[in-house]
């Protein structure tokens, strides 16, 4: 019997992590308070599969099925029955901890939790759950169905058990799995949001544009996208957020906001998904 998966959050990433179980022939349930996030998530979904099946990664005739593996629901009552949850909310660490409490109460006994948490501490989640050994991250790159990368992340309790279940889950979706220890940023993090920082800082201080810091790391550095552009890509609230957990966690003041980027936060320019951050987009 296919392991049923739950993933909780309809967004960017948590329609991207459905629609990559889905993909891999698992029944899927994408579960949020929000039924207009849901209906939003669910076409995010199907025109992402479009686009793979115009690729020719996706054959065209599987597409029916791929789309009836997943279903949705806005009460978290839904996990009941889910080998693996993956939790994919807000970027925010109380409104996590309340929801792995919640889980915890919810899912059935043996059910791995997961948490697609950029920076937060997985211990630290882990003990709002009486399941320590259960609880562990797995933070998918963005976009997801796109990325190869799976941030694994062992909490001090997590098992090896759960840590082989979700590294051979996270095979079967066709991805590279990469252990790693629970410190705040992980490993990606660590070192992808000081950059972006120190490209905010140089805009801030008129080092150069926006466009200019950004040809200067995809030609001089051979990066797919410059910093500002992927900063605007990711949510630079959520950049934010990130940071903030860095500089609390580890104490260095090198992982300090750059004030600017608190700025176009408090101004509501959160990247993309605003229409505004460091570059202006159109509406979809």
Same mark, same amino acid.
Request: proline share 5%.
């Given at each position: ?85 993956? #939790? ?16 915890? &109460? ?17 211990? #630290? ?5 009486? &399941? ?72 801030? #201080?008129?080092?150069?544009?926006? #466009? ?73």
């Amino acid at each position: 019997m296919t392991d049923r998966i739950a993933v909780l959050g309809a967004g960017q990433m948590g329609n991207g992590i459905a629609h990559v179980f889905a993909l891999a022939g698992f029944p899927v349930v994408m579960i949020d308070v929000v039924n207009a996030a849901l209906s939003k998530g669910r076409d995010t979904i199907a025109k992402n599969l479009d686009r793979q099946i115009a690729k020719g990664i996706v054959p065209a005739e599987q597409r029916p099925e791929i789309l009836d593996r997943l279903s949705t629901h806005t009460s978290l009552n839904a996990v009941t029955g889910a080998s693996l949850i993956v #939790e994919a909310a807000t970027e925010d660490r109380d409104l996590k901890f309340k929801i792995f409490a919640e889980l915890d &109460r919810l899912a059935d006994a043996g059910t791995v939790l997961a948490t697609n948490t950029s920076s937060i501490s997985i211990t #630290e989640i882990a003990a709002r759950t009486a &399941r320590p050994e259960l609880v562990i991250g797995m933070h998918f790159m963005n976009p997801a169905p796109v990325m190869q990368l799976v941030e694994i992340i062992r909490g001090l309790a997590t098992s090896d058990a759960t840590m082989q279940r979700v590294l051979a889950w996270s095979t079967a979706l066709g991805k590279t799995p990469v252990e790693v220890n629970d410190y705040p940023g992980f490993v990606a993090n660590r070192i992808l949001m000081p950059m972006i920082n120190e490209a905010v800082f140089c805009l801030m #201080e008129g080092v150069g544009s926006a #466009e200019s810091i950004d040809t200067v790391m995809k030609l001089g550095m051979n990066h797919p996208m410059g910093p500002l552009a992927l900063a605007d890509l990711i949510g630079l609230d959520t950049c934010l957020s990130i940071l903030e957990v860095l500089h609390g966690g580890l104490g260095d003041s090198k992982y300090r906001p750059c004030p600017l980027l608190r700025k176009y936060v408090a101004a509501g320019w959160l990247g993309r998904k605003s229409g505004r951050g460091f570059y202006t987009y159109p509406s979809s």
